[in-house]
């Protein structure tokens, strides 16, 4: 399944040449591609502080689809030298490629958490790979793993169906890397499509059937220490609990949702049996069922001519529920029209489902879409 969402996701992504072989690495790193990758990085010398890691390569804040905002650049605490990639992977810079042979970390805190930034080898002052730990991920950690998202960068990989072209991944929103720390220079990069988590305030969760390791990094005597068939299990297991918190809170949102008081005008039995005929007729036709439906208003909004002031109709509006043909219910919302004759109001006709207005179109726990 992953496969096949990143050959549609990333169409736009895919490049028509391979990963470029070793032999043509020097080529890559002619002074044209290395300035190009130093223009990308702001220089703070205003700091003096020679171990504060520089801005990211997409040269401006990064978008993060996930849970957390990118946070401030991590002091040098640490850095570890040769970390070596289980996998080939590279960064992409304009039309020219980097493969990444081996690379270096810094660490340290930041104002949203803990930070990790990967620099790779071909320039040990670039940022090229940024991390944070926030503490709202902290309670998502299993036997002492923490995870991390991706903040800022990207990185290339084999095409996983087409090892022939490479995927550049990021930070655009339509897939999320995480990453995990199982050692203190042992990290594992995973990534998945993913089901975001801020309509209620709490961290998105990479779906079980599109997580994909996309690579260990650790120094050359541990990596082979770790499998990416262990490390699959680590990732599932904590996007489990990511998916268990996002759907607790995804049930009480569901619960908070309720059918909007009845107005005067629905002891209007006229009108109800109107409002009633005319729903049906819409739904029906998508394979939702009526539930229940109520007139909201307490009275009849006229709607005048701009220039004459003349009445031109009057509508009210009200609520419904349905069972969709998924069986999910749904909390929707109708108008009714009375067009004006001269001297008084007639013709009342459908002015249709309410679109794009809370709190319409939302999902509602079935206990509550009837009073």
Same mark, same amino acid.
């Given at each position: 399944m992953f496969k096949q969402k990143l050959t549609y996701l990333f169409a736009i992504l895919f490049l028509a040449v391979s990963l470029p072989a070793e032999a043509q690495l020097g080529k890559m790193l002619k002074n044209k591609v290395k300035k190009a990758a130093q223009e990308a990085v702001s220089n703070d010398a205003s700091s003096g502080d020679a171990n504060t890691a520089k801005p990211g390569p997409s040269g401006r804040k990064s978008r993060m689809p996930g849970s957390v905002?990118?946070?401030?650049?991590?002091?040098?605490?640490?850095?570890?030298?040769?970390?070596?990639?289980?996998?080939?992977?590279?960064?992409?810079?304009?039309?020219?490629?980097h493969i990444i042979k081996a690379a270096n970390y810094r660490q340290g805190?930041?104002?949203?958490?803990?930070?990790?930034? &990967?620099? *790779?080898?071909?320039? !040990?002052?670039?940022?090229?790979? +940024?991390?944070?730990?926030?503490?709202? /991920?902290?309670?998502? %950690?299993?036997?002492?793993?923490?995870?991390?998202?991706?903040?800022?960068?990207?990185?290339?990989?084999?095409?996983?169906?087409?090892?022939?072209?490479?995927?550049?991944?990021?930070?655009?929103?339509?897939?999320?890397?995480?990453?995990?720390?199982?050692?203190?220079?042992?990290?594992v990069l995973y990534a998945g499509a993913f089901q975001g988590g801020h309509s209620y305030n709490v961290p998105s969760y990479v779906k079980p059937g599109d997580l994909t390791i996309t690579n260990i &990094?650790? *120094?050359?005597?541990? !990596?082979?220490?770790?499998?990416? +068939?262990?490390?699959?299990?680590?990732? /599932?297991?904590?996007? %489990?609990?990511?998916?268990?918190?996002?759907?607790?809170?995804?049930?009480?949102?569901?619960?908070?949702?309720?059918?909007p008081k009845a107005g005067k005008l629905d002891a209007n039995t006229s009108l109800k049996n109107f409002a009633k005929a005319e729903i049906?007729?819409?739904?029906?036709?998508?394979?939702?069922?009526?539930?229940?439906?109520?007139?909201?208003?307490?009275?009849?909004?006229?709607?005048?001519?701009?220039?004459?002031?003349?009445?031109?109709?009057?509508? &009210?509006?009200?609520?419904?529920?349905?069972?969709?043909?998924?069986?999910?219910?749904?909390?929707?919302?109708?108008?009714?029209k009375q067009q004006y004759n001269g001297s008084g109001y007639s013709n009342t006709s459908f002015g249709g489902v309410i679109h794009g207005q809370m709190p319409y179109g939302q999902k509602i726990d079935c206990k509550n879409a009837q009073p």
């Open positions: 905002p990118r946070g401030p650049q991590a002091s040098s605490e640490k850095a570890t030298l040769s970390l070596q990639f289980k996998d080939i992977i590279g960064y992409s810079s304009g039309r020219s490629n805190e930041a104002e949203q958490g803990h930070a990790v930034v &990967i620099y *790779p080898d071909f320039d !040990l002052d670039f940022a090229w790979l +940024e991390f944070i730990s926030p503490p709202i /991920l902290d309670a998502f %950690a299993l036997d002492g793993v923490r995870v991390y998202e991706m903040t800022s960068g990207s990185y290339a990989i084999q095409h996983p169906a087409d090892p022939n072209h490479q995927l550049n991944l990021d930070t655009s929103g339509l897939i999320l890397t995480r990453m995990l720390k199982l050692d203190e220079d042992v990290f &990094i650790a *120094p050359p005597e541990k !990596l082979n220490l770790f499998s990416k +068939e262990k490390a699959k299990e680590m990732a /599932l297991a904590i996007e %489990a609990k990511f998916k268990a918190n996002y759907e607790e809170a995804a049930a009480a949102n569901l619960a908070s949702i309720k059918i049906n007729k819409v739904i029906n036709k998508d394979g939702a069922k009526l539930m229940y439906h109520r007139i909201e208003s307490n009275d009849w909004s006229i709607v005048h001519h701009k220039i004459t002031g003349k009445p031109l109709y009057r509508w &009210i509006k009200g609520a419904f529920t349905e069972t969709t043909r998924q069986g999910d219910c749904k909390l929707q919302g109708f108008i009714l």
